[in-house]
């Protein structure tokens, strides 16, 4: 069974950095998609990257680009969001999920579409606020 636990949520001021992490075990498949996603009070779940596990592919939301990274450590089973520049509105609880690759010719790519993810993981708040 496929468990996902977050971590490395806070309280940052605008302008300051946190890094979450996504500790995954479980996985029968190399085959693995990792996603990350954030819902804010009364909003609406958004993407806002991910990382193919087998290739290191990416995929942002415009709205982070440039200011998140993700990245993997598959020794370790890990996905790590680096979240630089935060903004008020980037506060949210944030979730990550597992999912399945996507093979294409340049390689296993993820998607930043909810519906290709079906393990997700209990949530971390993060609050920029100063």
């Known amino acids: 069974q496929v468990q996902l636990v977050e971590s490395g949520g806070g309280l940052v001021q605008p302008g300051g950095s946190l890094r979450l992490s996504c500790a995954a075990s479980?996985?029968?498949?190399?085959?693995?998609?990792i996603g990350w996603f954030r819902q804010a009070p009364g909003k609406e779940r958004e993407a806002v990257s991910c990382?193919?596990?087998?290739?290191?592919?990416?995929a942002y939301t415009d709205s982070v680009k440039g200011r998140f990274a993700i990245s993997r450590d598959n020794a370790k089973n890990t996905v790590n969001l680096q979240l630089n520049n935060l903004k008020p509105e980037d506060t949210a609880v944030y979730y990550c999920?597992?999912?399945?690759?996507?093979?294409?010719?340049?390689?296993?790519?993820?998607?930043?579409?909810?519906?290709?993810?079906?393990?997700w993981g209990q949530g971390t708040q993060v609050t920029v606020s100063s």
């Open positions: 479980g996985f029968t498949s190399r085959n693995v998609a």
């Open positions: 990382i193919s596990m087998p290739d290191g592919i990416t």
């Open positions: 999920a597992a999912g399945k690759a996507t093979y294409l010719e340049r390689g296993y790519v993820c998607y930043t579409y909810a519906t290709e993810y079906n393990t």
